[in-house]
């Protein structure tokens, strides 16, 4: 589907590079691997090579499939080297690793950092500019029109029945008709139905390529007659909303008349690199299951045991596996974190929503290690108890939600054992949800069925509350931890859904990205987000 796939160009810049020649500046080049769970290398591309040069532009970029729900790791090796053809024999200058959410969740999708040889010395920096590849060929201009005292072709008889076309201006001189509108009787002021066209077949998908309008009188008896012509741009009709119309070519009429233009924009498919790379962030808030069902955390068997040899419990790696991905999407690299079904030490009765950290008010704790650290410190000082409800903590996350004031979207990734209890509460709380910026993420531990779950996730139609509400759209997606091969597995299966849940919000609410403000871009209609 549009605006769920990318693939991204990365140019790559770096500045005062230290030089590995003694007579001379470097001859840089830099190849660009992409790192495997496993930690195995594969080169994905390489740019040109520079002869003596410290601060080097590089020309060739690197074209590489963007893939949200996976944590694609890139190597960025620096070589200064006398032969393009030995370029693996060259002398090392520096590396960079990091992710391509990293760079693309940057300002205005830009990263710069320094690079560093294997011995720990900076050696200069470097610059990696992300761009999607491709991304505006859906472009379509929307055009509200009307005609201004058009001339009259039709003498005594009655008067014009204009319609318009749109004519493509190739290079090679032909022209080709793009569209035709509807022929409006016997009206020299005619205002024709909107419509669209693709910006692409009209001009090339450019703002300022001109494009031929032509009016014509409608004539079904004999021919049609040429009112009047203009060569224009996107850029002229929205800047100018009338222009006048030149005569048919070697015809005698001195006002053929005008064309307005009512409101002309730019229908714009959004992509999920368009909201990421212009600062749309992405929130995490984690809840995690303290209800006894899970066993004692101090018996070898249970769900929540920490084992004595570093190695996850499936709490863990659920939790990292998710978490290492969305964390990269926020800035400042804060996690909420809540437990529900447990009874927090001081206390007599269970909580439904309870702050790991001890603090309501600021629940955040810092990357995925502090989440860790977090959830084994609790495990250790709060009683598991019951029953599982979920609505609390939805109803926390909505709260969140409606208090934000940057562009951001929500995702709460609940971690649970079993099925819940609190059934019509939860869809209740789920369809608010739905009208808010955020997805809740389940991920079912253990051997249950987890029936409940299938039920919340909305594959098989919009949920409904008590009260016959609606969910706005699917914002569930639930996932057993038994499905899934690994901890990379297990995140992609439960992200896969997430972008088109953001992108079908912003559309419907018309959020633009936020490099769209002032622009001539409006979002499409719901229609075409149902369809993600």
Not at 40 to 60: H, L, M, N, S, Y
Not at 249 to 262: F, H, L, N, Q, Y
Not at 288 to 303: C, E, H, K, Q, Y
Not at 489 to 510: F, N
């Amino acid at each position: 589907m549009p605006g769920l796939t990318s693939h991204i160009l990365l140019t790559i810049s770096c500045k005062d590079l230290v030089s590995k020649d003694y007579t001379s500046k470097s001859d840089p080049i830099c190849i660009v691997y992409e790192r495997a769970a496993d930690g195995a290398k594969q080169e994905v591309g390489r740019t040109e090579w520079i002869k003596d040069c410290k601060d080097p532009v590089f020309q060739t970029r690197i074209d590489i499939q963007y893939l949200f729900e996976k944590k694609q790791r890139l190597v960025f090796n620096v070589l200064d080297i006398d032969d393009p053809a030995k370029a693996l024999d060259g002398d090392e200058i520096g590396s960079i690793e990091c992710t391509l959410s990293k760079i693309i969740g940057s300002v205005k999708g830009k990263l710069t950092d320094k690079l560093k040889h294997s011995n720990g010395k900076e050696t200069g920096s470097i610059t990696i500019m992300s761009e999607e590849q491709g991304g505006r060929d859906k472009d379509v201009m929307y055009v509200e029109m009307r005609g201004v005292k058009l001339a009259n072709k039709d003498g005594f008889m009655g008067k014009s029945d204009p319609y318009v076309k749109l004519i493509k201006l190739r290079k090679d001189g032909d022209t080709v008709e793009v569209y035709r509108s509807e022929a409006i009787d016997n009206d020299l002021n005619p205002k024709w139905k909107p419509f669209t066209v693709s910006m692409k077949d009209l001009c090339n998908g450019k703002q300022d390529e001109k494009f031929k309008l032509e009016c014509w009188d409608e004539d079904p008896a004999t021919k049609d007659d040429m009112i009047g012509w203009i060569e224009t741009t996107f850029n002229e009709l929205a800047e100018k909303k009338t222009v006048g119309l030149n005569d048919r070519p070697g015809g005698s009429t001195k006002e053929p008349g005008s064309i307005a233009v009512d409101r002309i924009h730019i229908i714009r498919y959004p992509t999920l690199y368009d909201y990421i790379s212009n600062g749309c962030e992405l929130t995490v808030s984690v809840a995690i299951d303290f209800t006894m069902s899970n066993g004692d955390p101090a018996d070898p068997n249970s769900l929540h045991y920490i084992q004595p040899d570093g190695s996850l419990n499936q709490y863990e790696q659920a939790m990292i596996g998710v978490g290492e991905i969305l964390v990269e999407y926020d800035q400042d690299k804060k996690i909420a974190v809540y437990g529900f079904g447990g009874v927090v030490a001081g206390h007599s009765e269970a909580s439904h929503c309870f702050p790991l950290n001890g603090n309501i008010n600021k629940p955040e704790v810092d990357d995925v290690a502090g989440l860790l650290a977090a959830y084994r410190s609790a495990i250790s000082s709060t009683k598991l108890y019951g029953p599982t409800n979920f609505a609390p903590v939805i109803q926390q996350t909505i709260m969140h939600a409606r208090e934000c004031k940057k562009q951001a979207y929500h995702v709460l990734l609940i971690l649970t054992d079993g099925d819940i209890t609190d059934k019509q509460e939860t869809i209740k709380a789920i369809v608010q949800a739905s009208h808010e910026p955020m997805s809740v993420i389940i991920v079912g531990v253990g051997e249950e069925t987890f029936e409940e779950m299938v039920m919340l996730d909305g594959d098989n139609g919009r949920l409904v509350d008590e009260s016959g509400k609606a969910s706005d759209r699917d914002i569930v997606q639930f996932v057993p931890f038994v499905s899934a091969k690994s901890k990379e597995d297990l995140a992609s299966k439960v992200l896969g859904e997430l972008p088109a849940q953001l992108l079908k919000y912003m559309c419907k609410h018309q959020r633009v990205p936020a490099s769209w403000a002032n622009s001539p871009y409006v979002l499409p209609g719901g229609d075409w987000a149902r369809g993600l």
